[in-house]
Every structure is written in C-alpha cells, then in structure tokens.
C-alpha cells in the first residue's frame, strides 16, 4: 500500500513519496495501475497486490482496510509505504509495526485495522524550515535540488521491494535500514 493524494496536483509532493515509489516500481516491471475497487488503483505482481488509496491521504484506511478483508490478509502481510519527516531526505527505514508517529494517513489504517501491527517502509523526506508548516511542507513539490535524491531513491527502494518479496521483512530489514 503506496499511500498519498489522488490528482495530479500532488504527484510530485513529499506526501506522495508511496505513490512515487509503486509507480516507479510498477513501471520497472512494465506494468502500470488501473482503476480498481475500494477507492484504489491496483497493480497485481507476482503474488502481491500494489495499491494506490485514491482516498485522499488522511482517509488511507477506508481503502486498506478493505482489501484487507477482501484477500483475508493479516495486518502483518501488508506493507504500508510513507513519507516520514523523523528521517532525512535520502533514508529509507523498514519497520514491523509501530505508532502513527503523527502520520494522519498511517493512523488512518490503524484506525480501520485496529491494530498498529503492520510492516511499513518509512521514505525519509526530512524536517520543514524553521517556520514553515508541517501541512505545506509535505504537500510542496520536492526541489529540483532534491531530485537527484529522490531518483536515488526510487532506484534502491524498488531493488529493497525485490528482496523484501524474496527474503522477508527481517533480512530486508537488516540490509536496508543500515544507510
């Protein structure tokens, strides 16, 4: 589960790194999403589901919680893919459960499962500037500045999604949260 903001309007913001991350993943497979139900744009891989919440990102949960129920998924099976603002620009941090950590899309799900006991793969976008707002922070368009990293980034978590499907959560862990 990429979570962000449906509409091109938000493509390109640090709130819509899980999007950024699916699509570019998906499009490095040759696939592309579609229209699918529970207010969502679906990719099926392999023996997984990629999904893209098309609820805006404060909903995420009316449109996790059911395909949860839909495929009999435990929380423990589905990966939630976030912008986090307690990591720099750059990092990347698989976790196996754990808080909203002020993340109103991640409580969101958390709300809708009941349970905080579900994988996610935080993508560090870094702290505002003193002053500026936490919500225009993260719904401002990442820099030209910021690119290079972003592009670097979307390189190492599709080759971090790669492992995680071939070697589970806790390897993947322990090679991708080092840097």
Not at 3 to 26: C, E, I, M, Q, S
Request: hydrophobic share 35%.
């Amino acid at each position: 589960m990429g979570l962000g903001n449906p509409g091109p309007k938000y493509r390109y913001t640090r709130h819509n790194f899980g999007f950024l991350v699916l699509d570019f993943f998906a499009q490095k497979k040759g696939l592309s999403f579609a229209p699918g139900p529970f207010q969502s744009e679906i990719c099926p891989y392999k023996d997984v589901l990629l999904v893209k919440p098309q609820t805006f990102m404060n909903l995420s949960g009316e449109a996790v919680s059911p395909w949860v129920r839909k495929l009999y998924l435990k929380p423990e099976q589905v990966l939630v893919i976030h912008d986090d603002l307690d990591l720099p620009l750059g990092r990347i941090k698989f976790v196996p459960k754990g808080g909203a950590g002020g993340h109103r899309g991640v409580k969101s799900i958390i709300d809708a499962l009941g349970t905080k006991d579900f994988p996610r793969l935080k993508l560090g976008i870094g702290r505002p500037a003193p002053g500026q707002e936490v919500k225009d922070y993260v719904l401002e368009r990442f820099s030209t500045d910021e690119w290079p990293t972003v592009e670097s980034i979307l390189e190492k978590t599709s080759e971090a999604l790669d492992f995680l499907l071939e070697n589970g959560l806790l390897k993947t862990m322990s090679i991708y949260n080092r840097a």
